[in-house]
């Protein structure tokens, strides 16, 4: 039975994502947690004699403008969201560990998180499903589908439904 889950939601990610978590709140009657994380260390990268302080606000704006208009699109729909913008310390942890430790303080049951990107730096990124999955024992879903400029549903991925399987 899936009572509360985290929908964690990246800038590439949304509609599959988006839509699929819907369904399942719908489908559960789930309370929906929404998160999006800001990993600083991004803009540190490579650069020591830098001033990330720019960067990092536009990071930050970004990901509350992402919180917002994902708000906006559950809102619309009848569902509603808490929504957390999390900034990764750093030193000490990693995106991945920043979204199991926040589905932990909530005790959800099912966290959804986006499809892993593919392309030549994939090497060099962490593999937020694994790491969310070694740090949590709720059960962690990748949804693929890319993001609409609108983020409507399109042609979602199916449902999780009470007992934690997708109703294909």
Known sequence: MVSKMVVAVGTDDAEGLLACALETSRRNDA???MV???DPLSCLAGAIDFDCSLVMDAM?????????????WFNAR????QSELLVVPTHGASCGEAIASYANRQQVDLVLLGS???DWMQWLREDVAAVVMRN?????RRIPGAASKDLGVGSAPH????????SA
């Open 116 to 118: 892993r990107k593919s």
């Open 60 to 72: 930050l704006a970004q990901g509350r403008q992402l919180a917002a208009t994902t708000e906006e």
């Open 78 to 81: 009848g569902c509603a969201v």
């Open 31 to 33: 309370k929906v947690f």
């Open 136 to 140: 949590t024992s709720a059960s962690v």
């Open 159 to 166: 449902p999780i439904s009470a007992s934690g399987v997708s």
């Open 36 to 38: 999006h994380v800001v």
